[in-house]
């Protein structure tokens, strides 16, 4: 079945992507599934990387941690990176501390640094809304948001718009990995997932020009990156019919395929 989020005027064959991810590392996922499935090539390479703030530039937010009563993590990033400053900095978190987790696996990841079953967490299904219907019933704390150098505003703006106390604490950087590498490497198909992959793209090849080289977006706000970046938006995920970006892939092979199929017929 088509999909409207495919662009049709780009059906050309597939026989290799670059994942802007790392690798799974344990050596199961749809995409080496896929790779199997359609006899391509899948290759896998984080676009961006993350850095920790270091304690000097933490101090000079000026931002007391146990000052607040609850935390917000929206990310197993923001998780190590908030614990590896208090341990840098001696703070215990007190039993009392309430954490807010956007979903129950950013929660189970806390067991790394505490005693879960010990403490308050209020855990959302996956969404920033989902986590933002959950603040609502819990007004009267004092909450610390430690977030990244590059976040997304949702958060932040209920809290700022409805009135909560709250704080933001930058505590790890997102910046560009170094793709040099690959200046010289062609892919069919480059899958993004965030803003700041597409960020990096440019970083790295400022005159990239995109050809017959098929872009794949994740979540709407990676789509309109890649708009807004001059780029031509080939496979929109999620679809209806395919909600991860592996389906959405599967997707749009199966089109070209058929239409590569059908021009070799005439």
């Known amino acids: 079945m ?80 908030f614990f590896n400053i208090c341990s840098e ?37 996956r969404t920033a809304q989902d986590l933002i219907e959950i603040l609502k019933k819990h007004k009267d704390e004092k909450y610390l948001f430690p977030c990244s150098s590059i976040r997304k505003n949702d958060i932040p703006d209920f809290l700022k718009n409805g009135g909560y106390q709250y704080n933001e604490a930058v505590m790890y950087e997102t910046v560009a990995a170094d793709l040099s590498d690959l200046e010289d490497v062609y892919y069919d198909i480059i899958a993004f997932f965030s803003p700041s992959g597409i960020n990096s793209l440019f970083v790295n090849f400022p005159d990239f020009k995109q050809n017959k080289t098929r872009i794949a977006a994740f979540g709407p706000t990676t789509a309109n990156a890649v708009r807004d970046a001059g780029l031509v938006l080939d496979i929109q995920a999620p679809m209806p019919n395919a909600p991860s970006m592996t389906g959405a892939l599967e997707v749009y092979i199966k089109e070209a395929n058929k239409n590569h199929q059908q021009e070799v017929k005439k």
Not at 106 to 117: D, E, H, S
């Open 89 to 125: 900095l001696r703070i215990e978190m007190p039993s009392d501390m309430k954490y807010f987790c956007i979903s129950e696996q950013t929660a189970n990841y806390l067991q790394k640094y505490i005693v879960i079953r010990k403490r308050k967490i209020f855990t959302g299904f």
């Open 2 to 81: 088509s999909d409207s989020r495919i662009n049709k005027e780009r059906l050309y064959p597939v026989n290799s992507i670059l994942v802007s991810q790392p690798e799974p590392q344990n050596g199961k996922s749809p995409y080496f599934d896929l790779a199997d499935k359609y006899g391509i090539k899948v290759d896998f390479r984080p676009f961006i990387e993350v850095k920790p703030v270091s304690v000097k530039d933490f101090r000079k937010q000026k931002v007391e941690i146990l000052d607040h009563t609850a935390i917000i993590f929206t990310s197993r990033n923001a998780v190590d990176h």
